[in-house]
């Protein structure tokens, strides 16, 4: 060991919850930190998100990652010099059946006893606030004035400066392919070198990223981590006067899991399929599309003429429980290994990934984070069919509901 390189920390992936953790923790002051990247910095799902960024989470961790965050990309400037493109534009998120309305209302109040400020609006009131909304179909919703979007391209731009600035040494096109660990006198493995195409690294802190890829990146590691992929689609329509405007507020309409906001003048949209099988996205489901118009359009009716400007499907990350991954990496006995972290924001990187990131980099510095309790989110809530025992965080896409990879072979070393 005494001959290969080292360094004091070594993550893995440089998505936004890898370049953000690895700037963190080089700003903190730890001495060389490498991130590794199969590809190229924000070639995984963090250059191709749509950038809703909300503090309305459904639970109170996730209000909390969400605050922490959008706090984080309204100093970013002053701190950093560099900014995601946060706009605030507020967001209003529909009930469409009583039932929504009467777990949104739940939800607010449980966001305002933490101090968030939330109201719940009528459906009148929901389409003053958006004039291009109609106020049919909808029972109004839940709306916060603060919350917004990043542009996730120039997210990219903003950590892959912060890394440079910072002194992060970034390695592309070099892929993780294994962990070493050892035994520890009082029992439990600790790190002590990453293997990568380019050659090992002694170390013993590791943060694992993947984002979509997170379940393999655990496999090479020897983990089981019950992280899954699957489709999402964004749309962009074509520009017309009523979205030129200063501020519209963005829409969810959660039941059906399709979003929109403005963007370049038009408006863009984007929405999961439940029925979508865990994998990598290829292809764009057209009929999918037209039934999505079509749902738009019964709540923004001018959008029913616009031309279609860009579309892409691209592959999101997520969990069983739809919340992040913040804790340990365990070894086959479930025991903690110790210097091993690993971080998925749960399909949720734009409006957590900060707030994700400072906790990763917290949990492997200082082995404890002021941003969230983050005791419960770690592997252990588990079981061995990946299945999570805590609650499902209502407020998510509709992801499938196993990640499917349970079964997959785990590497052993
Ligand atoms: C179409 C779409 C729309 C979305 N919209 C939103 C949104 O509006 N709001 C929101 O909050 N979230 C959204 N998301 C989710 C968000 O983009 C992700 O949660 C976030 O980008 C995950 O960040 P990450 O750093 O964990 O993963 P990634 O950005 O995927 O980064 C992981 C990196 O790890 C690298 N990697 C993988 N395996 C290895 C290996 N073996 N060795 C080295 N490197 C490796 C990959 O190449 C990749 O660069 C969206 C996602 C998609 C796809």
């Known amino acids: 060991m005494s001959r290969i390189e080292r360094a004091d920390l070594v993550v893995v992936g440089a998505g936004t919850i890898g370049g953000w953790a690895s700037t963190f923790a080089k700003r903190d002051g730890l001495g060389r930190v490498v991130v590794i990247e199969r590809d190229l910095a924000g070639s995984g799902a963090s250059s191709r998100a749509a950038g809703i960024v909300r503090a309305q989470g459904g639970t109170p961790t996730t209000v909390g990652l969400g605050r922490w965050s959008i706090d984080f990309?309204?100093?970013?400037?002053?701190?950093?010099?560099?900014?995601?493109?946060?706009?605030?534009?507020?967001?209003?998120?529909?009930?469409?059946?009583e039932d929504?309305?009467?777990?949104?209302?739940?939800?607010?109040?449980?966001?305002q006893s933490l101090g968030l400020d939330v109201r719940w609006v009528t459906?009148?009131?929901?389409?003053?606030?958006n004039p291009t909304l109609t106020a049919d179909g909808h029972r109004g919703g839940s709306y916060l004035d603060t919350d917004g979007h990043i542009d996730p391209p120039r997210n990219v731009r903003a950590y892959s400066l912060a890394m440079q600035q910072a002194g992060v040494e970034?390695?592309?096109?070099?892929?993780?392919?294994?962990?070493?660990?050892?035994?520890?006198?009082?029992?439990?493995r600790?790190?002590?070198?990453?293997?990568?195409s380019g050659g090992p690294i002694a170390t013993d802190r590791v943060i694992l990223t993947g984002g979509p890829s997170l379940a393999s990146v655990g496999r090479a590691a020897g983990l089981r981590i019950p992280a899954g992929a699957v489709r999402h689609t964004v749309a962009v329509l074509e520009p017309h006067d009523a979205f030129a405007v200063e501020r519209l507020?963005?829409?969810?309409?959660?039941?059906?899991?399709?979003?929109?906001?403005?963007?370049?003048?038009?408006?863009?949209?984007?929405?999961?399929?439940?029925?979508?099988?865990?994998?990598?996205?290829r292809t764009i489901d057209w009929p999918m599309y037209e039934r999505m118009r079509e749902r738009l359009a019964a709540f923004v009716p001018l959008a029913r003429g616009l031309g279609t400007?860009?579309?892409?499907?691209?592959?999101?990350?997520?969990?069983?429980?739809?919340?992040?991954?913040?804790?340990?990496?365990?070894?086959?006995?479930?025991?903690?290994?110790?210097?091993?972290?690993?971080?998925?924001?749960?399909?949720?990187?734009?409006?957590?990934?900060?707030?994700?990131?400072?906790?990763?980099?917290?949990?492997?510095?200082?082995?404890?984070?002021?941003?969230?309790?983050?005791?419960?989110?770690?592997?252990?809530?588990?079981?061995?069919?990946?299945?999570?025992?805590?609650?499902?965080?209502p407020i998510a896409l509709p992801f499938p509901a196993s990640t499917g990879d349970a079964d997959a072979p785990v590497a052993t070393r």
């Open 73 to 97: 990309y309204r100093r970013q400037q002053d701190e950093l010099g560099t900014d995601s493109g946060f706009r605030e534009l507020g967001y209003l998120i529909l009930a469409v059946t």
């Open 249 to 281: 507020p963005m829409v969810f309409d959660i039941g059906a899991g399709l979003y929109w906001r403005q963007e370049e003048g038009g408006l863009l949209f984007g929405w999961s399929d439940p029925h979508d099988r865990p994998g990598e996205a």
């Open 190 to 196: 600790r790190v002590v070198a990453v293997e990568t």
């Open 100 to 111: 929504d309305e009467r777990a949104g209302r739940e939800r607010v109040a449980m966001q």
């Open 309 to 393: 400007r860009k579309i892409w499907a691209a592959t999101i990350d997520f969990t069983p429980d739809h919340l992040p991954i913040l804790g340990p990496g365990l070894d086959p006995d479930g025991r903690p290994i110790d210097g091993l972290t690993v971080a998925s924001a749960g399909g949720h990187g734009m409006m957590w990934g900060p707030g994700v990131a400072r906790v990763a980099a917290d949990l492997t510095i200082h082995g404890r984070t002021d941003v969230i309790d983050a005791s419960d989110l770690g592997l252990d809530r588990f079981d061995e069919q990946g299945r999570s025992r805590l609650a499902t965080d």
């Open 170 to 188: 970034l390695r592309e096109r070099t892929a993780f392919t294994g962990l070493r660990t050892e035994a520890t006198a009082n029992g439990p």
């Open 123 to 129: 459906a009148t009131e929901a389409a003053a606030l």
